[in-house]
């Protein structure tokens, strides 16, 4: 019953942006954090940015440097990655996920995942 679906993604050029939704149902999502997390072939996941649902409270990467940002629509039990500046080391699946993390940055600590949407960054 729980889904997450994002969208999206898709291939840019470097400098470009992008604007990736995560849709979420079958959950009560003021009692839930929101994450992004990429993953980059041969490469662990890595955590993008995360949101509380109640309060708003978000929390980035440092490596990001500014480059991103997360938000929230309660209206639509939406939650979007801004991405602008994007660079080729961006490329990877994006990936949403809910849970209710002590670790925000922790891929483990999420219990609900999507499906992913892939961000191609060109040189």
């Known amino acids: 019953q729980v889904q997450l679906v994002e969208s999206g993604g898709g291939l840019v050029q470097a400098g470009g942006s992008l604007r990736l939704s995560c849709a979420a149902s079958g959950l009560t999502l003021s009692a839930y954090a929101m994450g992004w997390f990429r993953q980059a072939p041969g490469k662990e996941r890595e955590f993008v940015a995360a949101?509380?649902?109640?309060?708003?409270?978000?929390y980035y990467a440092d490596s990001l440097k500014g480059r991103f940002t997360i938000s929230r629509d309660n209206a639509k039990n939406t939650v979007y990655l801004q991405m602008n500046s994007l660079k080729p080391e961006d490329t990877a699946v994006y990936f949403c996920?809910?849970?209710?993390?002590?670790?925000?940055?922790?891929?483990?600590?999420?219990?609900?995942w999507g499906q992913g949407t892939q961000v191609t960054v060109s040189s």
């Open positions: 949101i509380r649902w109640s309060g708003g409270s978000t």
């Open positions: 996920a809910a849970g209710v993390p002590g670790d925000l940055g922790a891929p483990y600590e999420y219990d609900y």
